[in-house]
């Protein structure tokens, strides 16, 4: 009866066999040719590293996690401040909205090692560097969302006299939401991938080392399984980040009663 | 007459160039239940959006009681029931009072009264997804009436509903209205709805719209569903849907 329920659902399969039948691949691949575990390590060596090396690691993915939430943060509050800003004075969107697209068009490589001129504490620069990649997600999400709200719902709130404000808090606000969130999930994964991007232009991370800077290390060092074994580390906090903002926004939506409807 | 709102020699023109309305004349007196039918897309919503001032006519003119009407003075009902889905019933039908800014002692009588009326008053803490369509409907007609408005607007509000939903939310309706007198302007294309309902049955012509026949129906109100069946309703539907064929509304909906 398991196994049938199992192969009912052929995604979970492949979602298991792929990874599976790829790692196993690479592992015999690797023990068939011979090639030396520094220059291609197979995912066993990778494995081995990882666990010897966790004592490094960890302390590592925390500085690095540490600078991603700080950012997430600093761009959540920036993008929806700004989006609310700009959707209440034409004005201000005149003025703003070219700006914030400057900023998100050129690539953080470039504009990260001109926050470390002048951002004395390298921790403040890292997370205004992964904020600025951050943000701008964020800000377009919310934009849209604030754009969302029906015409029968303006009329309705037309007829009341609704001001401005009450529009915006009480109509488009909540109409706004879903795309918010959705921003908001795509935001946190940029902010890790900015993090590690600024550490590797810092090259360290003020008093404490990173992520990137182990990455770094280990390949002056020729230990290669080590890179490996953080980059797996990096890519599987990237996964539970990304489902532990897809769990916050679903709850959100559930409490809200802005989930789609199931089945359509 | 004590008239609440008239509507004289109104002509709507949409920036896009679409002439909605031309010469259209509607008077409504204090307490009157109106109709207004017509076929698709003769003007009877741009008529509405005028009374309700929420759109000024290109030209003629819109007398009232007070211009602009106080807020709160009009109800509208939507062709949808157009309700915030973050919101519960409750919430929903309490809106119109938060956004006026009333007391909160008041907005609580009014709500809680309200949601008695219209036989919502189990189940203020649903929101509008876990609600049958008749019940947004009815939730709908509730936040219209909430601020006691002197004068209801209804556009088809109750056209997606199946026949059965319709009648019942029909009788709700007229006996709500018995029992305030508020004045109805009820848009329908339902010639049958129209005539149960109406005192009076306007019947607006195709686009450019105004208003090209008037049809009295003297039945005393509660009407009930013996009326529905009566040889003297059927007469006064073949008046209307005559009136209608006149009008050169060929596709005139039953």
């Known amino acids: 009866m398991r196994r049938i329920g199992v192969l009912r659902r052929p995604g979970l399969v492949l979602r298991l066999a792929v990874p599976l039948l790829l790692g196993g691949g690479w592992e015999l691949a690797v023990r068939l040719s011979g090639v030396p575990h520094w220059i291609l390590p197979g995912p066993l060596a990778v494995g081995r590293a990882l666990v ?9 993915l925390a500085v690095t996690l540490a600078v991603t939430l700080g950012a997430l943060v600093v761009a959540a509050a920036g993008g929806i401040l700004l989006a609310l800003a700009i959707a209440l004075s034409p004005l201000l969107e005149a003025a703003l909205l070219p700006l914030a697209v400057t900023l998100q068009v050129i690539p953080l490589v470039a504009v990260a090692p001109v926050i470390l001129l002048y951002v004395e504490r390298v921790e403040t620069a890292l997370v205004l560097c992964a904020a600025l990649v951050a943000f701008f997600p964020v800000l377009a999400g919310t934009l849209s969302g604030l754009e969302r709200a029906g015409t029968a719902e303006r009329r309705l709130f037309a007829l009341y006299h609704a ?36 550490e ?65 | 007459m004590n008239t609440v709102l008239a509507l004289e020699g109104v002509r709507h ?37 005028i009374a309700a001032g929420l759109l000024a006519p290109t030209a003629g003119r819109v007398r009232r009681r007070e211009d602009p009407p106080p807020p709160g003075s009009v109800g509208f009902v939507f062709q949808e ?46 929101h509008p997804d876990e609600l049958s369509g008749g019940m947004r409907m009815r939730v709908a007609v509730a936040r219209a009436l909430v601020t006691d408005p002197r004068l209801v607007l209804m556009d088809e509000p109750f056209a997606a509903l199946d026949e059965l939903a319709r009648f ?33 049955v306007l019947v607006m012509g195709p686009r450019p719209g105004r208003i090209v026949a008037e049809i009295p129906v003297h039945e005393p109100h509660p009407r009930d569903a013996a009326f529905r069946t ?25």
């Open chain 2, 230 to 254: 009566s040889a003297r309703f059927a007469e006064l539907c073949r008046t209307v849907l005559a009136a209608l064929a006149r009008s050169g509304a060929t596709e005139a909906a039953a």
């Open chain 1, 163 to 198: 001001s401005r404000w009450q529009e915006l808090v009480h109509l488009r606000l909540p109409t706004a939401l879903p795309h918010l969130l959705a921003g908001l999930r795509v935001g946190g994964t940029l902010a890790l991938v900015g993090a590690v991007v600024a």
């Open chain 2, 81 to 126: 029931p157009v309700l915030l889905p973050w919101l519960d019933v409750w919430h929903n039908v309490a809106l119109p009072l938060r956004l006026l800014r009333r007391p909160r002692a008041e907005i609580d009588g009014r709500v809680a009264a309200l949601l008695r009326t219209v036989g919502l008053a189990a189940l203020p803490r649903l």
């Open chain 1, 52 to 60: 010897e090396g966790l004592p490094v690691l960890l302390p590592a």
């Open chain 2, 168 to 200: 019942r939310l029909d009788d709700e309706l007229q006996r709500l209205w018995l029992a305030r007198r508020f004045t109805v302007l009820f848009v329908t294309h339902s010639v049958y709805e129209s005539v149960y309902l109406a005192q009076r």
């Open chain 1, 200 to 264: 590797f232009a810092a090259g360290h991370a003020g008093s404490r080392a990173g992520l990137a800077f182990r990455i770094l290390e280990a390949g002056w060092r020729l230990d290669i399984p080590r890179m490996y074994a953080a980059l797996v580390l990096l890519a599987a906090s990237g996964l539970v980040l990304h489902a532990l903002l897809r769990g916050i926004e679903r709850a959100v939506l559930r409490r809200f009663h802005l989930a789609p409807r199931e089945g359509s």
């Open chain 2, 13 to 49: 023109v949409y920036p896009n160039g679409l002439h909605a309305l031309d010469g259209l004349d509607l008077a409504l007196a204090e307490g009157s239940f109106t109709a207004l039918l017509g076929p698709s897309g003769c003007g009877k919503t741009t008529t509405l959006h």
